[in-house]
């Protein structure tokens, strides 16, 4: 079986296919494109899936950060589907001023806890719609930077952040311990972001990878280990 996981960007979308072999994927091809509109947009999605669909095949869609709002809770449960169901009660006081109608869900964190996090449901249709028109149906809906820990060595013992421009990641031992998304403006406040961190959680970030080459100048103002992921050949 063939994997989509599909990108939605503020100006394009990224594709990657993936093989599930057994409990694992198999990364084989990348597609990056931008595009001006929804209607480029669709146009682009319906021309690489052409060119690459082939077997059976499952799409995944992740959003984009900032569609979601993120908040840390300290509930006294972990089955996921018992979570989901008082998820809504516990993040009322959060959304009554918003008029529309939210979904939500939750992560676990390292060290216990969770991390829920909710968008409107407007808007997560709106992105289904979209890749639905360009021929995928996607089955689960999810957010990149809530699996950045996926992207370590399980057994590290390094306490590390991962960036792009969009979101900041904190992983410790391969699982998640921290979450923001970032915008223009918050962006430069990344080492204040993680200064705090380390101040009330008494750690230490002992690295900081970053996603997006563009964040390197923040290399030469941080006295923090900044340096590019190392993205496999």
């Known amino acids: 079986m063939i994997i989509h996981v599909i990108q939605l960007q503020e100006s394009g979308f990224t594709l990657g296919r993936f093989r599930h072999a057994g409990r694992e994927l198999v990364p084989l091809t990348a597609i990056q494109h931008q595009t001006g509109d929804r209607e480029e947009l669709v146009s682009k999605i319906t021309e690489s899936l052409a060119s690459v669909t082939k077997g059976e095949t499952r799409t995944i869609l992740s959003i984009p950060p900032r569609l979601l709002s993120l908040r840390e809770l300290q509930l006294p449960i972990t089955d996921r589907a018992k979570i989901r169901a008082i998820l809504p009660f516990e993040l009322a006081g959060e959304t009554a001023q918003d008029d529309a109608t939210i979904v939500c869900d939750a992560v676990a964190l390292a060290g216990g806890g969770q991390l829920a996090g ?25 957010v990149s930077c809530l699996h950045w820990n996926l992207l370590l060595p399980p057994d590290s013992a390094e306490t590390v952040a991962i960036c792009d421009s969009n979101a900041v990641s904190v992983c410790s031992q391969g699982q998640l311990l921290f979450c923001r998304t970032l915008n223009s403006s918050s962006i430069d406040n990344l080492e204040r972001t993680l200064a705090t961190l380390e101040l009330t959680r008494d750690l230490q970030v002992d690295r900081v990878l970053l996603l997006d080459p563009l964040l390197l100048p923040l290399a030469a ?13």
């Open 118 to 142: 909710w968008a409107a449901q407007g808007q997560i249709a709106d992105l289904i719609a979209t890749l639905s028109e360009a021929g995928a149906e996607p089955e689960i809906v999810t």
């Open 221 to 233: 103002t941080s006295e923090r280990v900044i340096e590019l992921f190392p993205l496999p050949d």
